[in-house]
């Protein structure tokens, strides 16, 4: 079989800053891409821009977040195509019924609301303060978070708000795969938890998961070297 393409797929607000460590550093070992969704407001249609933009051939998958989601679905578009899959700080249910998931939807048009009024940046300091370990508040990493949250706008910001809030069930996508499949989660990730990650090896046990020390949700900008070393693992084995 031919080398795959591995295409990393960036999360909410993330470009290719976000996984520039892995990007320099696996590019030596095959082809890379960074995609992008364009102004996509809906996950299968940010999996038809990733397959769109990917050239022909089979595929190794990274997603991070948003993009772990979003790699799922390119796999249930194009199973054919899929050689192995990574999914970092993400999960695969869809917004929770009832009160709980209002409380999301909410939580989700206020910090829009916010990029409205006061900038991208200003919501990006207080939404990014639960994205990161504690230690790297206000650190040169949380600053360059923020730079990659500035150079998007309020009405990408929504559109990927709407497609999260309508982000489709992909479990039975996970529980169908057949293909070296790797979970990577930050140890102190609170927004997609290590016991999510856990719960998701438990559904597919030949899924390999690494934790990521010293870690929150953006564990490929605040750990580079180690998320590097798991994914090289991963392509390479």
């Known amino acids: 079989m031919h080398d795959p393409t591995l295409v990393l797929?960036?999360?909410?607000?993330?470009?290719?800053?976000?996984?520039?460590h892995?990007?320099?550093a696996l590019s030596?070992?095959?082809?890379?891409?960074?995609?992008?969704?364009?102004?996509?407001?809906?996950?299968?249609?940010?999996?038809?821009?990733?397959?769109?933009?990917?050239?022909?051939?089979?595929?190794?998958?990274?997603?991070?977040s948003m993009g772990g989601r979003v790699a799922l679905e390119v796999a249930r578009l194009a199973?054919?195509?899929?050689q192995r899959i990574a999914l970092l700080d993400?999960?695969?249910?869809?917004?929770?019924?009832?009160?709980?998931?209002?409380?999301?939807?909410a939580k989700r048009m206020a910090l829009l609301?916010?990029?409205?009024?006061?900038?991208?940046?200003?919501?990006?300091?207080?939404?990014?303060?639960?994205?990161?370990?504690?230690?790297?508040?206000?650190?040169?990493?949380f600053e360059d978070i923020l730079d990659m949250i500035e150079r998007s706008t309020p009405e990408r910001f929504e559109a990927q708000q709407?497609?999260?809030?309508?982000?489709?069930?992909?479990?039975?996508?996970?529980?169908?795969l057949r293909c070296p499949t790797l979970l990577v989660c930050g140890r102190q990730d609170a927004w997609s938890p290590l016991a999510r990650h856990e719960q998701m090896r438990s559904e597919l046990p030949q899924a390999?998961?690494?934790?990521?020390?010293?870690?929150?949700?953006?564990?490929?900008?605040?750990?580079?070297?180690a998320v590097t070393r798991a994914l090289r693992e991963w392509l390479e084995n």
């Open 79 to 82: 199973p054919e195509r899929l």
């Open 208 to 225: 390999r998961l690494v934790v990521i020390e010293d870690a929150g949700h953006m564990s490929p900008m605040e750990q580079p070297e």
């Open 28 to 64: 030596a070992l095959t082809a890379c891409e960074v995609a992008s969704y364009g102004d996509a407001d809906a996950i299968t249609a940010m999996a038809r821009a990733v397959l769109a933009q990917v050239p022909a051939g089979p595929l190794a998958l990274a997603g991070h």
């Open 22 to 24: 892995q990007f320099e």
């Open 113 to 141: 609301e916010r990029a409205r009024r006061e900038g991208m940046r200003a919501m990006g300091r207080e939404w990014a303060r639960g994205m990161v370990h504690p230690a790297r508040l206000d650190s040169p990493v």
């Open 90 to 105: 993400t999960g695969t249910e869809p917004l929770a019924a009832g009160e709980a998931g209002e409380q999301e939807r």
């Open 162 to 176: 709407r497609a999260l809030l309508a982000r489709p069930d992909v479990r039975p996508v996970f529980a169908s």
């Open 9 to 20: 797929l960036p999360g909410l607000l993330c470009d290719a800053a976000a996984w520039r």
